[in-house]
């Protein structure tokens, strides 16, 4: 099979400057592919437009973000020279749920910038860089309504109370600070994810040992969730919250390299509370620090910075994780990177059926519908008289009891769990649903 955007994977190297290709299979097993590409210097994270035809990294060393477009095929090629960012040492990067935004967190500089997508793809800055207001910010993670962006802050070896510090988006993207009150991460917050939601932050503080958990209101602030901060493995830098919402899990470098158990997972409870995988913390490798779940949730892939490889594992129900077999495997550059795993969205599908009527029987054809990266797995009807049919198949058939006109709803979900909702988890979305996989039609039977 050959290659295809749709099974590609991105691993970022800290040291060797540059991303490795994987082609993931059907089992979730990655192979790399074709060369690895350069980036500037010190990159860190990787994010995708909905569309997933161009992708960025933030370069902490040369305070930049170098730009690519993704082929059919998975391949990276660079797209015009890196943007400077206006602000020094980028750490954490997030991309608007709508694309046409980028963020980053200035580590050096205690600022946040935002850059422009334009039509071409280039990254220009929005006004000069804002300052957060407290010491070292790191990661950025915006809301899925974009309104808000979350900059968690802090350097795990001050032991101080750390900081998590919101912004208000401004119509065109740029942002305004807020008086809304800065909640404590700790020790060194770190990486940060969103519930598909929108509910819920989740903020891993690096020297407590621990991630902390908050509400998100309406007016973008947030609020300690009961039991919060939660016990992870020693030293967690990143988290991840898989596409269902159901799960969180969490990577720690550890300060030994013999210890290898370096991956936390969560429970998500219905009120934000986290409940321990049983069997956490998971095998991994050598100073886990990348993570990132596969767009249908099925598996989850950790990078690991001292050992210099990628473990993959399957999700369970219950959120068990369980290491594929010959996982890890090398990825090829030096010191894979905080926030340096990455998949391309899912793009979501398109419904459309026709109808053949007989008196009062309806026959659906719903084969029309398509989904441009996969195949359609499930179609939901209603037929506007208060039946409906889950999961029916693409030709159903309706009898109304009476005659009149109604109106039938067809909603298509593809094979990875993508339908009309954005699945955005506060830096890059996984699945870019739209109202497009839901159409209507009138019908009029006699």
Not at 210 to 236: E, H, K, M, N, W
Not at 335 to 356: C, E, H, K, L
């Amino acid at each position: 099979m050959a290659p295809s955007r749709r099974d590609a994977l991105y691993v970022l190297h800290l040291f060797s400057n540059d991303i490795t290709t994987f082609t993931l299979a059907p089992s979730g097993r990655p192979t790399p592919i074709g060369d690895r590409m350069a980036t500037g210097t010190m990159p860190r994270g990787f994010v995708f437009t909905p569309d997933g035809r161009r992708a960025y990294t933030a370069n902490g060393g040369d305070g930049t973000i170098s730009a690519y477009t993704v082929g059919e095929d998975g391949a990276l090629s660079p797209l015009g020279e890196p943007a400077a960012v206006e602000g020094e040492g980028p750490f954490g990067i997030a991309i608007a749920p709508d694309g046409k935004t980028l963020y980053t967190a200035n580590l050096d500089s205690g600022t946040v910038s935002a850059l422009s997508v334009g039509a071409d793809g280039i990254p220009e800055p929005i006004g000069e860089p804002l300052p957060t207001g407290a010491p070292e910010p790191r990661t950025v993670s915006a809301s899925a309504d974009g309104r808000f962006v979350y900059i968690s802050h802090g350097r795990p070896t001050t032991g101080r109370e750390d900081k998590m510090v919101v912004f208000a988006v401004r119509p065109g993207g740029g942002l305004k600070p807020t008086d809304l009150p800065r909640v404590s991460v700790g020790s060194g917050g770190n990486g940060s994810d969103i519930t598909p939601d929108g509910r819920f932050i989740y903020v891993a503080s690096t020297g407590s040992d621990a991630v902390y958990a908050f509400r998100i209101a309406r007016d973008g602030s947030l609020s300690r969730v009961q039991g919060s901060p939660f016990r992870t493995a020693v030293f967690p830098e990143d988290v991840a919250v898989t596409p269902d919402g159901r799960h969180l899990y969490v990577t720690s470098p550890n300060h030994d390299n013999a210890v290898t158990r370096n991956v936390t997972g969560f429970s998500i409870g219905p009120d934000g509370t986290l409940r321990t995988v049983p069997g956490s913390p998971f095998e991994s490798g050598e100073a886990s620090v990348g993570i990132t779940p596969s767009r249908d949730g099925r598996h989850l892939y950790v990078s690991n910075f001292e050992s210099h490889d990628l473990a993959t594992y399957n999700i369970g129900k219950a959120g068990v994780l369980d290491q594929i077999k010959s996982s890890p495997i090398p990825t090829g550059g030096v010191s894979p990177t905080f926030q340096g795993v990455a998949v391309p969205p899912n793009q979501g599908p398109r419904a459309s059926f026709r109808t053949a009527v007989t008196d009062r029987t309806v026959r659906f054809d719903g084969a029309a519908s398509a989904d441009q990266d996969g195949e359609i797995a499930r179609y939901d009807w209603t037929f506007g008289d208060g039946t409906t049919r889950p999961d029916g198949g693409p030709n159903p058939t309706h009898t109304y009891r009476r005659p009149g006109t109604y109106t039938a709803t067809l909603t298509v979900t593809d094979d990875e769990n993508c339908t009309i909702t954005l699945i955005y988890t506060g830096q890059s979305p996984l699945c870019t649903g739209s109202p497009a996989a839901r159409t209507t039609r009138n019908i009029t039977v006699r």
